[in-house]
T-cell receptor, first 116, second 111 residues
Framework: GAVVSQHPSRVICKSGTSVKIECRSL??????MFWYRQFPKQSLMLMAT?????????EQGVEKDKFLINHASLTLSTLTVTSAHPEDSSFYIC????????????FGNGTRLTVT | GESVGLHLPTLSVQEGDNSIINCAYS??????FIWYKQESGKGPQFIID?????DKRQGQRVTVLLNKTVKHLSLQIAATQPGDSAVYFC??????????FGKGTMLLVSP
């Protein structure tokens, strides 16, 4: 089955620094990747949708200058949390879809970000 | 989205019982529905899906029922096992739009 790899699984950083999270599709080409954020005991909230080679589309309320998304290839999307603050601490999850795929999204195993 | 909530209801069952997890979706135009299982500290894992031209679909130990009239989706797990303990999310999608997750239900299976 389709595999999505997310790295790192956990990261701790200091306030004011930036953190990059990678999302890779291992056995398929992902023309579209999605980034979600999840707080404890809550559902997944879509942050942004990225299409290979174009700018990401951000959901309402998500700061595009704070959460930089790059989808430079068909197998890699990155999310950079810039100038991180403690309130950015959360579980970030990516998912990916092939161009013609109307099947389920495949998810990475998430990244636990803790900002101290 | 409308379907996303901020609270996590819990369903507690005994090992061997059948579990039924319910989900109400909001978009009458949604034509594809998916159930995901999420274990602690992991990403969602696909369980089963159903398209709007069906009202029932069965997998291994799981059955999904779709009632479009009342916009309701359910996941039935037969002979629930401790390994089934997780949070279960329904998700809906219309066409090639983005996936919208429901609020989730935590399933606790006691031996």
């Amino acid at each position: 089955g389709a595999v999505v790899s997310q790295h790192p699984s956990r990261v701790i950083c200091k306030s004011g620094t930036s953190v990059k999270i990678e999302c890779r599709s291992l056995d398929f080409q992902a023309t579209t990747m999605f980034w979600y954020r999840q707080f404890p005991k809550q559902s997944l909230m879509l942050m942004a949708t990225s299409n290979e080679g174009s700018k990401a589309t951000y959901e309402q309320g998500v700061e595009k200058d704070k959460f930089l998304i790059n989808h430079a290839s068909l197998t890699l999307s990155t999310l950079t949390v810039t100038s991180a603050h403690p309130e950015d601490s959360s579980f970030y999850i990516c998912s990916a879809r092939e161009a013609t795929d109307r099947g389920p999204l495949h998810f990475g195993n998430g990244t636990r970000l803790t900002v101290t | 989205g409308e379907s996303v909530g901020l609270h996590l209801p819990t369903l507690s069952v005994q090992e061997g019982d059948n579990s039924i997890i319910n989900c109400a979706y909001s978009n009458s135009a949604s034509d594809y529905f998916i159930w995901y299982k999420q274990e602690s500290g992991k990403g969602p894992q696909f369980i089963i899906d159903i398209r709007s031209n069906m009202d029932k679909r069965q997998g291994q130990r799981v059955t999904v029922l779709l009632n479009k009239t009342v916009k309701h989706l359910s996941l039935q797990i037969a002979a629930t096992q401790p390994g089934d303990s997780a949070v279960y999310f329904c998700a809906e999608i219309s066409g090639y739009s983005t996936l919208t997750f429901g609020k989730g239900t935590m399933l606790l299976v006691s031996p």
